[in-house]
T-cell receptor
């Protein structure tokens, strides 16, 4: 059974700090990795995706993938109160009609 | 680009009635659409996966006769909650994907309240 694990939190960080969100997965065949942000009462929105080992940066967000250790993380630099949300990690196999598996999400609180 | 819409955004109905929710990909063709349900403060729960022109694949524990899914075209999928009951009250979210490795794009969700 494919599993995606996230610490439910909440993770509380001060404004301006770096927030680090982690996700581990069980399926070694996983090839695609996604981070979504979900505000309370809203649907998830895609932040980043990563396919290759290493880091991928987009503005204040950096996704880090380590396939050997089977974890993917999301770093948020210069955290803002508006970043307060639940962050969902999704993992999927490559190609075909795979169904991505979502983690339960980590709640992030950025306090002023 | 990659916009997914849902209609209605909110619906309140009486117990026993049926409710149809539409999910549309506005600027791309969605070979696959997913339907999720989310109860307050809980994680996304995948209900079913639908591919255009074929029957939906339901997750274990989801009644296919109660949650009817039709994926009639590459831009439209519908979820019909038949004979809705208060326990069906939830946030229903669809997502669409073009295929392969591509990421999913979520609709804004439909909040269903069954009285």
């Amino acid at each position: 059974q494919k599993e995606v694990e996230q610490n439910s939190g909440p993770l509380s960080v001060p404004e301006g700090a770096i927030a680090s969100l982690n996700c581990t997965y069980s399926d070694q065949g996983s090839q695609s990795f996604f981070w979504y942000r979900q505000y309370s009462g809203k649907s998830p929105e895609l932040i980043m995706f990563i396919y290759s080992n290493g880091d991928k940066e987009d503005g204040r967000f950096t996704a880090q993938l380590n396939k050997a250790s089977q974890y993917v993380s999301l770093l948020i630099r210069d955290s803002q109160p508006s970043d307060s949300a639940t962050y969902l990690c999704a993992v999927g196999l490559s190609g075909g009609s795979y169904i991505p598996t979502f983690g339960r999400g980590t709640s992030l609180i950025v306090h002023p | 680009g990659a916009v997914v819409s849902q209609h209605p955004s909110r619906v309140i109905c009486k117990s026993g009635t049926s409710v149809k929710i539409e999910c549309r990909s506005l600027d791309f063709q969605a070979t696959t659409m997913f339907w999720y349900r989310q109860f307050p403060k809980q994680s996304l729960m995948l209900m079913a996966t639908s591919n255009e022109g074929s029957k939906a694949t339901y997750e274990q524990g989801v009644e296919k006769d109660k949650f009817l899914i039709n994926h009639a075209s590459l831009t439209l999928s519908t979820l019909t909650v038949t004979s809705a009951h208060p326990e069906d009250s939830s946030f229903y979210i669809c997502s669409a994907r073009t295929g392969g490795d591509n990421e999913q794009f979520f609709g804004p969700g439909t909040r269903l309240t069954v009285l």
